[in-house]
């Protein structure tokens, strides 16, 4: 990728310069050098695309399941030979290390193959002889034009929380991506082209708020996936329902650790480590704040500031890096502020991650690790997202005051908990009002196989993102009843 690279839409199997002049610089931001510019493609550009799929559908509906998945089995094997050079892509793009953006496009692939049992997954149920001679039976049918719409984050993967199982489904697709992050969809594309999908199943789009909104208005496009912040969430998921469209919205989150006395104290530490730090910080299921129970406020706060101090922060083309930069300068100024707010409000700086130098990458956006205690549960760094690598720690007496305060937060995403006793487990997992739990895990990402299973504001709608929840998400329950006497 160079800075001459121009970013195109992809529309009708066809690639396309947009007409936009509004264009926005897509930056390393590891070096703050421009990898290339992104265009804003107006409606115009969003209608070409849905009519697209729109005239793709009936004959991509008709195709059988079994002839749909064909291309998917091509697309893994793909993404299999080429999943280095997407993940030096999102690594350029996204800031995060290699092994995180191969670890990124592993979950892809496994989408891929999960959707790959379509033909089983989407079948219906039947009953003979409801009553004498008559049989009634369910069958799934696609929505038809479905879109997502994604954050930066996750440059490769999201996508692929929906993508494979709408297209094996029989629907036709728009992808929207992070403006911030455009290229790596290039990439992906090229091999969407390279699998011989029909014209019109797959379609790409470049673009920021006007793209979404033309997306959000379109009356072909019938169900919407989106991915990104909480506030973002809340919009698009009233403005596409007003439209009349499927619409489920995934949001942020604040992601709490539970640390019990009886917990194996370097496995937590390291564990904590990779959550909190992992992807620097800007996962939606990263720790940022640790409820260190009883008498593990002995041992936890001096271990995870020492493994804060020794994260290796750098480049992550550089294989012995550990930690990449946040997003944007912007992003980083911004947590830069959150940790002096919680500073000034009282929290005890055990490590402060600010205003690095990291020889070679003076231009970068970096932080290093940042490790706050005694926060006050209700403060900005105990209840808002941060989205980098900070994180805040709590001393409670009993693993009830926890859970009561993890109850009390208003997102949803995840809660992990670390003992060696199955009973404080089993408490935790059944009270915890939080929708993927941990326990001895420090990022309890949902498999291909699972729902990724948000909840209060950090997601919503009904269905969830990958497996069961994506084919329901994408098919629409047809009931017959019938009598041939
Ligand atoms: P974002 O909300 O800023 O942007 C997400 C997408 O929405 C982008 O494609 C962007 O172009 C579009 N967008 C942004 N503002 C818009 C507006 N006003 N109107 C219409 N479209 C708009 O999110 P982000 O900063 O790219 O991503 C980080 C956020 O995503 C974090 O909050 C993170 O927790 C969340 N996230 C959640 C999950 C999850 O599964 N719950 C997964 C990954 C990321």
Request: hydrophobic share 40%; aromatic share 8%.
């Amino acid at each position: 990728m160079n800075q001459q690279t121009p970013i195109l839409n992809y529309i009708n199997n066809t690639w396309h310069q947009s007409e936009t002049s509004e264009l926005l610089d897509v930056t390393n931001p590891a070096t703050g050098k421009v990898l290339s510019q992104v265009p804003l493609s107006p409606a115009d550009e969003v209608n070409q695309a849905a009519s697209a799929a729109s005239n793709a559908f009936d004959t991509w509906r008709r195709t059988p399941p079994v002839q749909r998945v064909q291309y998917l089995f091509k697309l893994k094997n793909l993404l299999e030979d080429n999943i280095d050079d997407i993940a030096q892509t999102i690594t350029m793009e996204c800031g995060k290390t290699l092994a995180e953006a191969k670890g990124e496009m592993r979950r892809a692939i496994e989408n891929v193959e999960v959707a790959c049992g379509i033909p089983t997954m989407m079948q219906g149920t039947n009953l003979e002889d409801i009553a004498a001679g008559i049989d009634e039976f369910m069958v799934r049918q696609p929505v038809g034009v479905c879109a997502v719409i994604a954050p930066f984050n996750f440059p490769g993967m999201i996508t692929f929380w929906f993508l494979p199982y709408a297209i094996a489904c029989g629907n036709t697709y728009l992808v929207k991506p992070s403006e911030k992050v455009p290229l790596t969809m290039q990439k992906i594309f090229q091999i969407l082209e390279q699998t011989g999908l029909p014209e019109g199943v797959v379609n790409l789009v470049n673009g920021g708020q006007e793209t979404v909104n033309a997306i959000l208005e379109h009356p072909e496009i019938r169900a919407i996936s989106f991915v990104g912040s909480t506030t973002t969430a809340k919009a698009i998921y009233a403005k596409a329902a007003a439209h009349g469209k499927r619409v489920q919205c995934q949001g942020g989150a604040k992601n709490p650790l539970i640390v019990l006395p009886d917990a194996d104290p370097q496995f937590t530490v390291n564990a904590t480590a990779d959550s909190a730090f992992g992807c620097a910080g800007q996962r939606c299921l990263a720790a940022s704040l640790v409820f260190a129970v009883g008498g593990a406020r002995n041992w936890f706060p001096k271990s995870i500031s020492e493994t804060a101090t020794n994260r290796v922060v750098g480049n992550g083309l550089d294989d012995s890096v550990q930690m990449g930069p946040v997003i944007t300068d912007e992003s980083r100024k911004r947590i830069e502020g959150v940790i002096q707010t919680g500073i000034d409000a009282g929290a005890r700086v055990l490590v402060d991650g600010r205003y690095p130098s990291i020889p070679g990458c003076e231009n970068g956006n970096f932080i290093r690790p940042t490790v706050l205690s005694d926060i006050d549960p209700q403060g900005e760094i105990a209840t808002t997202e941060i989205f980098g690598p900070v994180l805040g720690l709590i001393h409670v007496e009993t693993i009830d005051d926890a859970i009561s305060l993890i109850n009390s937060g208003s997102y949803g995403n995840m809660a992990c908990l670390f003992t060696s006793s199955g009973a404080s487990a089993r408490k935790f997992r059944y009270e915890a009002q939080i929708g993927n739990i941990g326990i001895n895990i420090g990022v309890a990402a949902p498999m291909a196989f699972f729902p990724f299973s948000g909840w209060k504001d950090s997601f919503f709608g009904d269905l969830h993102g990958q497996s069961w929840d994506a084919v329901d998400f994408f098919t629409q329950k047809k009931v017959v009843v019938e009598r041939w006497s």
